[in-house]
């Protein structure tokens, strides 16, 4: 009914709309000519299905007979039958019954009367078609609970919304170019159009392309002309409405079609889901079930070989079976369990029967066959813990037992071999009452262990009598280790038997060893100590020190008697030794166990000393002869030295005293300064010759001279020191000169100048820190203010002295700042106003004028570089003396 409602109104509003705009003079007489072509080709397109049609809407209609027809298609109802006479009276009965099936629809007809049909009247035809298009092809259109229109209008901007250039807001405007058609059927059948061949600017070709491809592929007519679209400022809206409508009930079945598929799509895709939650659910269930089959004879065991290591086997691989293979199997259950929850639940919101497992597979089912697993791993679990607690006491004493067995067999390993070995033969005295020593240390152990022993055999008892599972490896053992112990105490007492006659017989040489280590340690340490001095590297830098050490070897010479009687003696002891180790034919009696020194090694090392004397004598001869000579190098340097070293620093002192400016007129200091570059290089030789003098100094490795302050090097650095002072100094007064030339300045205030620089150049350096330059200004007579804009002054007067920043202010930056102030300065405007009277006043002067006035290489200098004049007034060769001008002072780019 709200449909219906609909339409009536809209229709009626449709209707009061135009009459407003036909009475403001605003109804455009081109709408009703689409409308009449457009609804004329509506009518068409469903009057041919019955087999015929009309060619003027508003005649053909008029007799009602082809209106009925239309309402018969249309509608698929049989209305009442028509009157078939031609009087006026027969037309308006058929029409009448053609309006009543009308209104029967709910559609409320306002002002549209059976006579205005019958009489042709064409706005009433059109209206009348307008509300039968509107209740029979637009009323049904619905898209998210929205009017037919708005509908309509949504159907149109989703269809289109992801081609370009296409933007549907309306039913007029939107149209207009015919993308939008084209998108409607590329959207649907893409076969049908390029759309990508389309362009916005060729509508009559858009609009050309979408009418035809529908007439040919779609069955709908052309209800629209597109030069009427193209050429109306703004195309009908009912008859676009119209021919869209064709196309939304065009495309309505494939949309059904495709809504229908989707739906037995998702039927079946939730059909299947539950199927294989099904099959799922009756997998999980079988080979879980089968899992507990398989696991609860094994749970249910208690079969084991008596062992501690067999049980704990079964307890080890019980906690594998809880830690790796059940865990998998809870996370089965719980999702077997979640898998039928959920598949019932899925059942019931698809309205499918709820799902019945196989007989013995219900969730029940499970849980109670889950329930007897866990009861049997509980009572599997407490019997392993039960049977280790017994093995382990058993295994417990078992291990007692082979414990104490070990350590003892560990403790009596070797001990056989020991006690069997003549090993005390091949001893000296000392290694002989070691031996004897550690002997009666090990009588001592053996005695401490015989209580282990009597402690391994009850232990082996106590396992006999609880008849332990290997009682036979036990005994055995047990009876080794009893017999071994016997062996041990009688092969200890022969052994102790052995060393006391051994020890009797090396005592007798022992004495005779003890008095040559005595000997022949300090003789020996004497010997090494003086080859060491014979052959040690000596250095020396002076004739006493080479005295010292031939006095030293003297000395040394004087003490060889004596050394040589005490080698007799030590030898005559080793002679003894080796008579009574050949009487007694004792194996090893000439090794000395008190020292490594040998009667040899001493025989060898005095031969070498008593060759070595002779060899350190011309050593040291040969040094002090060496020695010698260096003495004569060192004083030949200092006498050259101690002149040529105080004449540097007396040239020195009078080239700073001529720079400081203090001394006659600067051409009296010039020339007295290269009087002095005269005199030093003229002094050259003797540096030289002290350099020849140096070069064999150093080639006889002389370090140090007691003669003389002065080393090579400082002369070198005083004597380029010297050249350097007396070359800048003759620089600062030719530039000094230069400055007083040029500038016109007094010999008074260059002395005034350089008085006042010296006093605050308290260091003789040549330069001044700011402040120091402050305070020279200050007392130059410079008004320095103390407040800010004093030292924004002064810090335009430092940027000016010390452009680099270096943080220091020379003499000649001090120089030129005074000249600047004491002077006038020429100024490029000086030097216009001079090449302005050469000119004669013209403001260019000619190459002619300037070789006439200048000497020649400065006439050449300016014509080369003046540039041509190009002001008003000028002649061929004219040249800009302006330019050049404002050049010379850094004042142009030339």
């Known amino acids: 009914m709200m449909e219906n409602g609909y339409s009536m109104e809209y229709g009626d509003q449709y209707m009061e709309q135009e009459e407003e705009w036909e009475r403001e003079g605003l109804l455009d007489p081109a709408w009703e000519k689409q409308q009449k072509k457009t609804f004329t080709a509506w009518c068409n397109s469903h009057l041919r299905k019955a087999g015929t049609a009309i060619d003027n809407i508003e005649d053909d209609f008029r007799n009602g007979l082809k209106l009925m027809l239309l309402l018969e298609v249309i509608s698929g109802e049989t209305l009442p039958k028509p009157d078939r006479g031609k009087m006026r009276f027969h037309k308006i009965a058929n029409v009448n019954k053609a309006l009543d099936f009308i209104a029967s629809k709910g559609v409320k007809l306002v002002s549209i009367g059976a006579e205005e049909i019958v009489d042709g009247n064409l706005k009433m035809t059109l209206g009348m078609i307008w509300t039968i298009i509107l209740r029979f092809a637009i009323q049904d259109i619905s898209v998210e609970e929205m009017t037919a229109k708005e509908g309509l209008l949504l159907w149109c901007q989703r269809k289109t919304a992801p081609y370009k250039n296409v933007n549907v807001q309306n039913f007029h405007l939107s149209f207009k170019d015919g993308l939008a058609f084209c998108a409607l059927i590329h959207r649907h059948r893409p076969d049908l159009i390029d759309y990508g061949r389309l362009s916005k600017d060729n509508p009559l070709e858009n609009l050309n392309t979408a009418f035809d491809v529908a007439e040919k592929y779609l069955d709908i007519p052309r209800m629209l002309d597109p030069e009427d679209l193209i050429n109306t400022p703004k195309p009908d809206e009912r008859a676009i409405m119209t021919y869209v409508s064709c196309y939304y009930h065009a495309f309505q079945g494939a949309q059904q079609a495709e809504t229908a598929a989707n739906r037995i799509c998702k039927v079946l895709k939730v059909n299947q889901e539950n199927e294989r939650l099904m099959e799922e659910y009756e997998r999980l269930a079988s080979d879980l079930l089968e899992w507990i089959r398989r696991t609860m004879p094994w749970l249910n065991s208690r079969q084991t070989d008596n062992s501690l290591a067999g049980v704990q086997k079964k307890l080890e691989e019980y906690r594998t079976y809880r830690r790796k293979h059940k865990p998998p199997r809870v996370e089965q259950k719980a999702k077997l369990e979640t898998n039928f929850n959920t598949l019932q639940t899925k059942l019931r919101l698809s309205n499918r029967p709820a799902y019945m497992p196989t007989e013995g597979k219900m969730v029940s089912d499970i849980s109670n066959c889950w329930k007897g697993l866990e009861l049997a791993e509980k009572a599997f679990e407490e019997w392993l813990l039960a049977e280790t607690m017994r093995l382990e006491r058993l295994e417990h004493l078992a291990q007692k037992f082979k414990h104490k067995a070990d350590t003892h067999e560990e403790w009596t390993r070797g001990k056989e071999e020991m006690l069997q070995s003549q090993d005390f033969r091949q001893c000296k005295l000392n290694e002989l009452k070691a031996l004897k020593k550690k002997h009666e240390a090990f009588e001592s152990d053996l005695a401490a262990h015989q209580d282990r022993v009597e402690q391994i055999a009850a232990i082996a008892q106590e396992l006999n009598t609880l008849e332990y599972h290997d009682c036979a490896s036990v005994n055995s053992r047990c009876q080794r280790i009893c017999d071994q112990w016997d062996r041990l105490g009688a092969l200890t007492q022969r052994r102790r038997q052995a060393l006391d006659d051994a020890e009797r017989i090396l005592e007798k040489i022992d004495i005779l060893h003890l008095e040559f280590a005595k000997r022949a340690a300090p003789f020996n340490n004497w010997l090494d100590g003086t080859r060491e001095d014979l052959v040690d590297m000596f250095i020396v830098h002076t004739m006493e020190e080479i005295q010292g050490l031939m006095q030293a070897h003297d000395q040394f010479k004087a003490t060889l008697g004596e050394a040589d009687k005490e080698y007799n003696v030590i030898v005559g002891l080793v002679r003894e030794v ?118 064999a100094v150093q080639e006889s490795m002389i370090f140090e001279n007691r003669y003389t302050q002065y080393t090579m090097e400082t002369l070198r650095v005083g004597w380029e020191q010297l050249l350097t002072s007396i070359n800048r100094n003759i620089n600062e007064v030719e530039n000094q000169i230069l400055t007083r030339d040029s500038k016109g300045i007094t010999q008074e205030q260059l002395t005034e100048f350089r008085s006042s620089f010296n006093h605050f150049d308290k260091n003789r350096s040549g330069r001044l820190a700011p402040e120091e330059f402050k305070s020279c200004l200050v007392s130059l007579g410079y008004s320095i203010g103390r407040d800010r804009q004093g030292d924004m002054d002064f810090q335009r007067i430092l940027a000016v002295v010390d452009p680099n920043s270096t943080g220091f202010v020379h003499f000649d930056a001090f120089l030129d700042f005074m000249t600047r102030e004491s002077t006038d300065t020429d100024t490029a405007e000086q030097v216009i106003d001079s090449f302005r009277i050469l000119a004669s006043d013209k403001p260019f002067i000619l190459p002619d004028e300037l070789r006439r006035e200048l000497p020649p290489d400065q006439a050449e200098y300016c014509i080369q570089r003046m540039p041509p004049y190009k002001g008003p007034n000028g002649i061929p060769g004219a040249l800009d003396y302006m330019s050049f001008s404002t050049a010379l002072y850094g004042e142009s780019d030339l």
């Open 578 to 695: 080796e008579s009574i180790v050949n009487q007694n034919q004792i194996p090893g009696g000439l090794e000395n166990p008190y020292t490594s020194v040998s009667a040899h090694d001493l025989t060898r090392k005095w031969s070498e000393v008593r060759t070595l004397v002779p060899q350190r004598d011309q050593t040291l001869a040969n040094e002090l002869r060496k020695q010698q000579n260096n003495e004569m190098l060192r004083r030949q340097f200092a006498e050259k030295a101690n002149s040529v070293g105080p004449w540097i620093e007396r040239q020195m002192d009078s080239v700073t005293a001529i720079g400081m400016g203090l001394q006659g007129s600067l051409e009296d200091q010039l020339h007295r300064l290269k009087e002095y570059e005269q005199a030093v290089y003229a002094y050259k030789p003797h540096i030289e010759e002290l350099e020849k003098i140096h070069q």
